[in-house]
């Protein structure tokens, strides 16, 4: 089946780069997600890729994919306190109307921000 | 409108008890998700909507657990005698799709504890 596996956790100093990086095995992969999940809250989407890329930068963010080797990273440059949050990386395999339709998740890495 | 909506945010129930959550997508999606996250985990696929129709469900869904988009807007999940493993947040998403990418929108939750 699907699987897609994140580091637990990173530490950062404020204003340094953060990169968080997540593995998957579907080859079938179409788009890749990068989600933020702050406590007591929903998952906000940061991100995505489609498979056919790999790279895309928006504003802060770069999201990196090596398709042959089933690699997705996300760099949060100029980390910020708010940034501190748990990130999922997710894939689907949804193609217009065809393919699988949810999203697979990671287990989430934990980004701690040190002032 | 502000987005999907869950009701209730907590949930306290006895073992054995029943208990229904409600999920109110973005009004034009014609996509509804349930997915089940437990504390340390990514989110995990439950059931899927199309319109009013339930197109796919996860070997997660057991016999206990029932959902249902009767006019396609929006969804119940019901747990008939609740056990303490389906303590968990219960997270609601809704997308709209005329071809790629999926990108869903998710709700704050319905936190379950069974005690």
């Known amino acids: 089946g699907e699987d897609v596996e994140q580091s637990l956790f990173l530490s950062v100093r404020e204003g340094d780069s953060s990169v968080i990086n997540c593995t998957y095995t579907?080859?079938?992969?179409?788009?890749l997600y990068w989600y933020k999940q702050e406590p007591g809250a929903g998952l906000q989407l940061l991100t995505y890729?489609?498979?056919?890329?790999d790279m895309k930068q928006d504003q802060r963010l770069t999201v990196l994919l090596n398709k042959k080797d089933k690699h997705l990273s996300l760099r949060i440059a100029d980390t910020q306190t708010g940034d501190s949050a748990i990130y999922f990386c997710?894939?689907?395999?949804?193609?217009?109307?065809?393919?699988?339709?949810?999203?697979?998740f990671g287990s989430g890495t934990r980004l701690q921000v040190q002032p | 409108d502000t987005g999907v909506s869950q009701n209730p945010r907590h949930k306290i129930t006895k073992r054995g008890q029943n208990v229904t959550f409600r999920c109110d997508p973005i009004?034009?999606?014609?996509?509804l998700y349930w997915y089940r996250q437990t504390l340390g985990q990514g989110p995990e696929f439950l059931t899927y909507?199309?319109?009013?129709?339930?197109?796919?469900k996860s070997r997660l869904l057991s016999d206990r657990f029932s959902a249902e988009r009767p006019k396609g807007s929006f969804s119940t999940l019901e747990i008939q005698r609740t056990e303490q493993g389906d303590s968990a947040m219960y997270l609601c998403?809704?997308?709209?799709?005329?071809?790629?990418?999926?990108?869903?929108?998710f709700g704050q939750g319905t936190r379950l504890t069974v005690v």
């Open positions: 009004s034009e999606h014609n996509r």
């Open positions: 909507f199309q319109n009013e129709a339930q197109l796919e």
């Open positions: 998403a809704s997308s709209f799709t005329r071809g790629s990418p999926t990108e869903a929108f």
């Open positions: 579907d080859s079938s992969s179409t788009y």
């Open positions: 997710a894939e689907t395999s949804s193609r217009g109307d065809t393919g699988r339709r949810a999203l697979t």
């Open positions: 890729i489609f498979s056919n890329m």
